[in-house]
Each structure stands twice: as structure tokens, then as C-alpha cells.
């Protein structure tokens, strides 16, 4: 018998994967440099104390713009209602008159003033100090609340010498001058932290009542 000639020995080929390409030393080395810029630039534009105070001045001065016709027809509507109580002044159309046009000048919809008041926007600067809630409650204590004021005054008035009614209309004077004092703590509220952080001599705008 002749002998089996005995081939190669059998050798498995490995399987050979892509190879990995590394990213290059210099493309990490400017994703660095530019995370470097981006913390840098976002450092710079962190306002300071002095440019939040600027900012809380000028949002300030935006709401007493807006609201300085209502709370004027608020004040001077308590003062003809006084002067006619007491005797200083007799003349009692010109007081509904005032009393009137103040309710009106209350109103967003008779007041470009007041109507820019709902589009008021807080500074960035101030986020964190919640104020967006402040310009809600100015609106509410000019509408409704005030304008129900005025249009208290206004009924006493028109209604002077008819008892039962004018004791009916000055109860519910009283009662909506209670809540509008209690809306005005509402906004002095949620204003007075960041004045109290910022800009101690600031004041709110002045809401009588």
C-alpha cells in the first residue's frame, strides 16, 4: 500500500476588522480651545450687580409709565369724593366728571398707556427673581380694581341725597378698597426682593387706594 502524501497543515484566516481611525490630537485639541471661548464669552456676558440694578430701574420706570393715568384718576377721584364730603368744594358734576374718566382711563381698552402694560417683558437679567407675577397683579389692580373704585365714587356722587342707595354704594366703596389695597401688597410683594437686592432707593410705583 502506498502511503497517503500528507498535505499543508490547514491554517484558519482570521478574520481581519477595519481598523480604527483615531481622531487626531489636533482636532481635540481645538474642540477644547473653542469650549474654552464659549465658557469664557459666556462668563463675560453674566450681567453685574450695577447692570441689574440699571435693569430693575428701567423695568421700574416702564410700569409707572403705564400705570401713572390709572393711579392719578384713582388719587384724584378719592380726593373730589373727600372735597365733597367735607364741604370744600360744591361742585359735584365736575367730581362725577373726574370720577368717571378715571374708570375709564383704567380700562387697557380706552388706554394706550395701560394696554402697553400686558406687554411688558421682565429683563433677563432679573429672571431669577420671579417678577413676571408683578406685572399680572398691576393689571389686576387697575382692571378690574380700581376701575370699580372710580366707579363707586362715581354712583356715590350721582346718588347724593338718595340715602339708602348712597349707604349701599358707599359699603361697597369700602369693600373694594380693601381689595385693592390688598392687590397693591400683593405687587409691593413680589417687587420688594429685588428691590431690596439691588437697588434699596428704588421705589415701586406709587399706587394710592
Not at 105 to 133: I, K, Y
Not at 134 to 161: H, N
Amino acid at each position: 500500500m502506498q502511503a497517503r502524501t500528507a498535505g499543508p497543515p490547514h491554517i484558519p484566516l482570521r478574520s481581519r476588522g477595519w481598523p480604527v481611525r483615531r481622531t487626531p490630537r489636533w482636532v481635540i485639541g481645538a474642540g477644547l480651545v473653542l469650549l474654552a471661548i464659549g465658557v469664557s464669552v459666556g462668563l463675560s456676558h453674566r450681567p453685574t450687580t450695577g447692570q441689574r440694578a440699571a435693569d430693575l430701574s428701567t423695568f421700574l420706570g416702564a410700569l409707572n409709565s403705564d400705570v401713572e393715568s390709572c393711579a392719578g384718576g384713582v388719587r384724584e377721584s378719592l380726593y373730589v369724593l373727600r372735597a365733597i364730603d367735607t364741604g370744600a368744594s360744591h361742585d359735584v358734576p365736575t367730581a362725577i366728571d373726574v370720577a368717571a374718566t378715571g374708570a375709564a382711563n383704567c380700562s387697557p381698552a380706552n388706554n394706550e398707556l395701560l394696554a402697553n402694560l400686558t406687554g411688558e417683558q421682565v429683563p433677563e437679567s432679573l429672571a431669577s427673581f420671579h417678577l413676571a407675577p408683578a406685572v399680572t397683579a398691576l393689571i389686576d389692580w387697575a382692571a378690574p380694581d380700581a376701575q370699580r373704585v372710580m366707579s363707586d365714587i362715581t354712583l356715590i356722587l350721582q346718588d347724593r341725597g338718595r340715602p339708602a342707595r348712597e349707604a349701599a354704594e358707599r359699603a361697597a366703596l369700602r369693600a373694594d378698597l380693601r381689595r385693592l389695597d390688598a392687590q397693591r401688597r400683593i405687587f409691593y410683594s413680589i417687587l420688594r426682593p429685588a428691590i431690596r437686592a439691588l437697588s434699596p432707593r428704588t421705589g415701586p410705583p406709587v399706587l394710592p387706594g
